[in-house]
Each structure stands twice: as C-alpha cells, then as structure tokens.
C-alpha cells in the first residue's frame, strides 16, 4: 500500500481521478493496517503493565482506535465503490468520461468519502449499543456490495458482448 501511494504520488502520469481513488483505497487499507497494529501494541502494553493509566483513559483511547478502525474501513468500501463507478462511466460514457469524472469533482467526491467515513465511525461506537447501529453498517455493507456487483456484471455483459461482436468479423 505504501508503494502504491508512493508511485501514485510521484509519477504524474497517474495524477488523474481514477489513481487517485486508488491512492485513497491504499491509504484506508493502510490505515486500518495501522490501527490494528496499534490496538494490539496499546494491549500487550496494558497486560504487561508498562502501561499503567486509569480505565477512563483506556476507554476513550480505545474508543479512538475503533473510530481509525471503522472508519478506514468505512472508507475502503466507499473507494471501492467509487473505482467501480469510475471504471463505469469510463466504459459506458468513455467520450463524456473527462467531462463526467474531473479532477475538482474527484477531489469533492475524494473529501465526502473521507468526512462521511469519520462521522459514521464516530456515531458508530458512539452508539454501539443500538441495535439500529449494526443494521446500519450492515445495510452499508450490503448496498455497496450490490452496487459494485450490478456495475462489475453489467460491465462483464458489455464486454462479452463486444468480444461476441468481434468473433463474427
């Protein structure tokens, strides 16, 4: 992920929208990378009693941790979603594509994913407890799993039936 980033960053010829969702995928992955290897560090900390504190501050790191956790994963399928989308309109409307995808509308769509992913996260283990909570994500996770399904295999179907139209030449 870090070399993905890395790459995306330095070659200009991927500064365009699509590789910059894809940067974005990278760093979420690498984020949710990160949190993990902390939540376990601040663990081991706390059983090995090197890391003495009181439970409040316990709580509210751990409450932190889960908001980075949730919330690059949150992102992950949002930019999963959104390089979905992105190869769409590049197939379907490949001659409108650059005045569709631009680079201030990747970089809004870029911004809400990022502010939507945190808002979620924090009113997520904010209300853990509610039951609406869970069905929420869920419903997240099942929407954008449908939505990458339906793009991918209405993509698949084009394809096909280019590669059918091709064959009989």
């Not at 790459?7 to 995928?25: E, Q, T």
């Not at 376990?40 to 409040?56: D, H, K, N, P, Q």
């Not at 009113?123 to 996770?141: A, D, Q, R």
Request: proline residues 1%.
């Amino acid at each position: 992920n870090v070399l993905v980033v890395a790459a995306i960053a330095k070659n200009r010829n991927l500064h365009s929208p699509m590789y910059y969702f894809i940067c974005c995928l990278a760093m979420s992955d690498l984020l949710v990378s990160v949190s993990n290897v902390l939540e376990t560090a601040v663990m081991l900390l706390l059983e090995a009693g090197v890391l003495a504190t009181r439970a409040a501050v316990v709580q509210q790191l751990d409450n932190v941790i889960d908001v980075l956790i949730c919330s690059s994963m949150v992102s992950s399928l949002c930019f999963l979603g959104a390089i979905a989308v992105d190869r769409y309109i590049s197939i379907f409307y490949a001659l409108q594509y650059h005045s569709v995808v631009t680079l201030p509308r990747a970089w809004r769509i870029i911004a809400a994913i990022w502010v939507a992913s945190i808002l979620t996260s924090v009113l997520s283990i904010t209300y853990y407890n509610h039951t609406v909570v869970l069905l929420c994500l869920v419903g997240f996770f099942i929407a954008m799993l449908a939505l990458m399904a339906v793009l991918y295999v209405h993509m698949l179907a084009r394809a096909c039936q280019h590669a059918r139209g091709i064959s009989l030449l």
